[in-house]
Protein backbone atom coordinates (compact mmCIF):
# COMPACT_ATOMS: atom_id res chain seq x y z
CA UNK A 1 0.00 0.00 0.00
CA UNK A 2 2.95 2.24 1.02
CA UNK A 3 4.58 1.82 -2.51
CA UNK A 4 0.88 1.77 -4.03
CA UNK A 5 0.21 5.52 -2.66
CA UNK A 6 4.06 6.88 -3.16
CA UNK A 7 4.62 9.59 -5.60
CA UNK A 8 8.55 10.00 -4.95
CA UNK A 9 9.98 7.13 -7.26
CA UNK A 10 12.74 6.53 -4.76
CA UNK A 11 10.58 5.98 -2.21
CA UNK A 12 7.84 3.95 -4.06
CA UNK A 13 11.27 1.62 -5.55
CA UNK A 14 12.09 1.43 -1.90
CA UNK A 15 8.63 0.54 -0.62
CA UNK A 16 8.06 -2.24 -3.19
CA UNK A 17 11.62 -4.03 -2.64
CA UNK A 18 10.49 -4.25 1.23
CA UNK A 19 7.29 -5.39 -0.56
CA UNK A 20 9.40 -8.17 -2.64
CA UNK A 21 11.73 -9.00 -0.13
CA UNK A 22 8.44 -9.74 2.60
CA UNK A 23 7.10 -11.84 -0.16
CA UNK A 24 10.77 -13.90 -0.64
CA UNK A 25 10.02 -14.49 3.29
CA UNK A 26 6.46 -15.71 3.04
CA UNK A 27 7.62 -18.58 0.66
CA UNK A 28 9.82 -19.54 3.13
CA UNK A 29 6.89 -19.92 5.67
CA UNK A 30 4.67 -21.57 2.95
CA UNK A 31 6.11 -22.09 -0.20
CA UNK A 32 5.02 -20.98 -3.33
CA UNK A 33 1.46 -20.57 -1.46
CA UNK A 34 2.67 -17.48 0.25
CA UNK A 35 3.47 -15.36 -2.61
CA UNK A 36 0.44 -16.56 -5.08
CA UNK A 37 -2.07 -15.71 -1.66
CA UNK A 38 -0.39 -11.86 -2.04
CA UNK A 39 -0.80 -12.05 -5.52
CA UNK A 40 -4.35 -13.05 -6.30
CA UNK A 41 -5.10 -10.30 -4.15
CA UNK A 42 -2.45 -7.75 -5.74
CA UNK A 43 -3.42 -8.68 -9.21
CA UNK A 44 -7.47 -8.31 -8.45
CA UNK A 45 -6.73 -4.65 -7.00
CA UNK A 46 -4.69 -3.44 -10.18
CA UNK A 47 -7.25 -5.07 -12.02
CA UNK A 48 -10.01 -3.22 -10.02
CA UNK A 49 -8.08 -0.03 -9.93
CA UNK A 50 -6.92 -0.09 -13.16
CA UNK A 51 -3.47 0.87 -12.18
CA UNK A 52 -1.38 -1.37 -14.36
CA UNK A 53 1.54 0.70 -14.53
CA UNK A 54 2.56 -0.72 -11.76
CA UNK A 55 3.36 -3.84 -13.31
CA UNK A 56 6.35 -1.41 -14.27
CA UNK A 57 7.34 -0.49 -10.53
CA UNK A 58 6.98 -3.82 -9.36
CA UNK A 59 9.08 -5.75 -11.88
CA UNK A 60 12.12 -3.52 -11.89
CA UNK A 61 15.82 -5.25 -11.02
CA UNK A 62 15.34 -3.80 -7.12
CA UNK A 63 12.28 -5.33 -6.22
CA UNK A 64 13.00 -8.84 -8.06
CA UNK A 65 16.20 -8.88 -6.27
CA UNK A 66 14.59 -8.58 -2.65
CA UNK A 67 12.14 -11.33 -3.11
CA UNK A 68 15.01 -13.79 -4.92
CA UNK A 69 17.27 -13.25 -2.26
CA UNK A 70 15.30 -15.09 0.83
CA UNK A 71 13.94 -17.48 -2.03
CA UNK A 72 17.21 -18.47 -3.32
CA UNK A 73 18.90 -18.57 -0.04
CA UNK A 74 16.55 -21.40 0.62
CA UNK A 75 16.12 -23.07 -2.81
CA UNK A 76 20.12 -23.33 -4.03
CA UNK A 77 20.95 -25.56 -0.38
CA UNK A 78 17.92 -27.24 -1.12
CA UNK A 79 18.47 -28.37 -4.60
CA UNK A 80 22.32 -29.65 -4.08
CA UNK A 81 21.01 -30.94 -0.61
CA UNK A 82 17.91 -32.98 -1.63
CA UNK A 83 17.73 -36.52 -3.28
CA UNK A 84 15.48 -35.70 -6.51
CA UNK A 85 12.60 -37.52 -4.91
CA UNK A 86 12.28 -35.15 -2.23
CA UNK A 87 12.83 -32.28 -4.98
CA UNK A 88 10.19 -33.24 -7.40
CA UNK A 89 8.35 -34.08 -3.59
CA UNK A 90 8.48 -30.51 -2.88
CA UNK A 91 7.96 -28.41 -6.66
CA UNK A 92 5.69 -31.05 -8.13
CA UNK A 93 3.35 -32.81 -5.27
CA UNK A 94 3.13 -29.97 -2.30
CA UNK A 95 2.62 -27.16 -5.01
CA UNK A 96 1.57 -28.22 -8.28
CA UNK A 97 0.07 -31.22 -7.31
CA UNK A 98 -2.22 -29.65 -4.71
CA UNK A 99 -3.23 -26.81 -6.58
CA UNK A 100 -4.44 -29.00 -8.95
CA UNK A 101 -6.40 -31.24 -6.58
CA UNK A 102 -4.58 -34.49 -6.11
CA UNK A 103 -3.46 -34.24 -2.96
CA UNK A 104 -6.12 -31.48 -1.85
CA UNK A 105 -9.25 -31.89 0.50
CA UNK A 106 -12.10 -32.58 -1.15
CA UNK A 107 -14.23 -29.19 -0.31
CA UNK A 108 -17.10 -27.40 -2.35
CA UNK A 109 -15.89 -24.21 -4.67
CA UNK A 110 -17.62 -22.51 -2.11
CA UNK A 111 -16.36 -24.09 1.30
CA UNK A 112 -13.92 -20.99 2.34
CA UNK A 113 -16.41 -18.19 1.67
CA UNK A 114 -18.79 -20.07 3.87
CA UNK A 115 -16.87 -20.65 6.71
CA UNK A 116 -15.15 -16.88 6.90
CA UNK A 117 -18.27 -16.18 8.69
CA UNK A 118 -18.61 -17.99 11.82
CA UNK A 119 -14.94 -18.66 11.88
CA UNK A 120 -14.59 -14.63 12.40
CA UNK A 121 -17.40 -13.83 14.23
CA UNK A 122 -18.62 -11.90 15.52
CA UNK A 123 -16.74 -9.30 13.21
CA UNK A 124 -17.70 -11.06 10.15
CA UNK A 125 -21.44 -9.65 10.22
CA UNK A 126 -19.81 -6.37 9.69
CA UNK A 127 -18.12 -7.94 6.17
CA UNK A 128 -20.92 -7.39 3.54
CA UNK A 129 -21.13 -4.20 4.77
CA UNK A 130 -17.93 -3.24 4.23
CA UNK A 131 -17.61 -5.09 1.05
CA UNK A 132 -20.76 -2.91 -0.08
CA UNK A 133 -18.57 0.40 0.77
CA UNK A 134 -15.55 -0.32 -0.33
CA UNK A 135 -16.99 -1.21 -4.06
CA UNK A 136 -19.27 2.31 -3.73
CA UNK A 137 -16.30 4.22 -2.95
CA UNK A 138 -13.92 2.51 -5.14
CA UNK A 139 -13.76 5.28 -7.60
CA UNK A 140 -13.02 8.03 -4.76
CA UNK A 141 -9.23 8.73 -4.03
CA UNK A 142 -9.65 9.09 -0.67
CA UNK A 143 -11.26 5.56 -0.42
CA UNK A 144 -8.83 3.80 -2.58
CA UNK A 145 -7.94 1.74 0.08
CA UNK A 146 -11.18 0.05 0.61
CA UNK A 147 -10.87 -1.86 -2.54
CA UNK A 148 -7.99 -2.20 -1.36
CA UNK A 149 -8.41 -4.64 1.08
CA UNK A 150 -11.63 -5.69 -0.65
CA UNK A 151 -9.28 -7.09 -3.50
CA UNK A 152 -7.13 -8.40 -0.92
CA UNK A 153 -9.73 -10.17 0.62
CA UNK A 154 -11.58 -11.82 -2.48
CA UNK A 155 -8.46 -12.51 -4.80
CA UNK A 156 -7.20 -15.12 -2.13
CA UNK A 157 -10.44 -16.72 -1.71
CA UNK A 158 -10.97 -17.02 -5.20
CA UNK A 159 -7.65 -18.79 -5.59
CA UNK A 160 -7.96 -20.97 -2.43
CA UNK A 161 -11.18 -21.93 -4.27
CA UNK A 162 -10.22 -22.49 -7.65
CA UNK A 163 -7.65 -24.97 -6.57
CA UNK A 164 -10.72 -26.80 -5.14
CA UNK A 165 -12.57 -26.59 -8.40
CA UNK A 166 -9.82 -28.82 -10.33
CA UNK A 167 -11.01 -32.11 -8.65
Known amino acids: WIALENTDVCKK ?3 YAAAGFSL ?3 FLFKGFVGPAIFGSGFLLYL ?3 RRFGELRQILRPFP ?3 FLVPVLSWVFPFLLQASSNLIQEFFIV ?3 GRFLGY ?3 TRAIYYYLLNIWPAFAP ?3 LLPLAIWMAWKTRKEWQNRAGIFFLAFFIGPLVLLSTSLSFQ
Do not use: D, K
Request: proline content about 0%.
Open 13 to 15: RRA
Open 64 to 66: VIA
Open 47 to 49: ILS
Open 103 to 105: LSH
Open 24 to 26: GVS
Open 94 to 96: NHI
Open 123 to 125: GSV
